[in-house]
């Protein structure tokens, strides 16, 4: 289905094998996750948020949903109680202060050989302030580099980081991936007149960060 494509090409290879898996939707919003991993076949799905808008329709993917009222206090609660946790678009919503000790304790929700995906706007790119700014909730402009010393100080071992994938689904996003592909070498060359071959240049140009790691 079109209206999970970006699902299809960025998240399915990281889903654990096991349907039956303990699976987290950290910050679960509406529920468009859990209604991907339901038509996937996944069976054991939770999800957790600070906010219940929406959340009558999440009854036909899960009847576990937690409104999470401290995230300290609910991750707290949740110690080994997962298999893969998902944590897409929401881990730069928390500040500097906390986002460590929230990671951390998102490593600690992991049982053992559990993992995590973390997806998150990429603050490199252009656009990338703009999506802080329209946003108030937004605390942190996270790039490859500080989502992996996040990932590493919360003493989680990645596995993988990449650019997201955008699906092809028309001519509109046709156009869109070819004339994306030319800014992002644009890009490249742009930091590279500003900051010459500069090991801390980012690799990744793509408007979203996808990380992997395991306990």
């Known amino acids: 289905m079109k209206v999970f494509a970006d699902l299809e090409k960025n998240l399915v290879m990281h889903l654990p094998a096991d349907k039956n898996a303990r699976i987290l939707d950290f910050g679960c919003g509406t529920g468009r996750l859990l209604g991907f991993l339901h038509q996937k076949g996944y069976t054991n799905l939770h999800g957790a948020d600070i906010d219940t808008t929406g959340w009558e329709k999440l009854?036909?993917?899960?009847?576990?949903?937690?409104?999470?009222?401290?995230?300290?206090?609910?991750?707290?609660?949740?110690?080994?109680?997962?298999?893969?946790?998902i944590v897409k678009d929401v881990i730069y919503y928390f500040d500097r202060?906390?986002?460590?000790?929230?990671?951390?304790?998102?490593?600690?929700?992991?049982?053992?050989?559990?993992?995590?995906?973390?997806?998150?706007?990429?603050?490199?790119?252009?656009?990338?302030?703009?999506?802080?700014?329209?946003?108030?909730?937004?605390?942190?402009?996270l790039t490859e580099q500080s989502l992996q010393h996040l990932i590493e100080r919360s003493g989680?071992?990645?596995?993988?980081?990449?650019?997201?994938?955008?699906?092809?689904?028309?001519?509109?996003?046709?156009?869109?991936?070819?004339?994306?592909?030319?800014?992002?070498?644009?890009?490249?060359?742009?930091?590279?007149c500003e900051r010459s071959l500069d090991d801390q240049n980012p690799k990744i140009l793509k408007r979203k960060v996808i990380a992997v790691a395991s306990a």
Request: aromatic share 14%; hydrophobic share 45%.
């Open 59 to 85: 009854q036909q993917f899960t009847k576990s949903l937690t409104k999470i009222e401290d995230t300290i206090s609910y991750l707290k609660t949740v110690a080994g109680a997962y298999d893969f946790v």
């Open 97 to 141: 202060s906390t986002v460590q000790e929230i990671t951390t304790l998102l490593k600690s929700a992991l049982a053992p050989g559990g993992s995590i995906y973390f997806e998150i706007f990429n603050g490199a790119i252009l656009t990338g302030p703009y999506v802080q700014y329209k946003d108030l909730g937004i605390q942190l402009i």
């Open 156 to 192: 989680l071992k990645l596995v993988c980081i990449k650019g997201n994938t955008i699906p092809v689904t028309g001519p509109v996003s046709l156009v869109f991936v070819i004339v994306n592909f030319w800014q992002r070498l644009w890009l490249r060359l742009l930091f590279f």
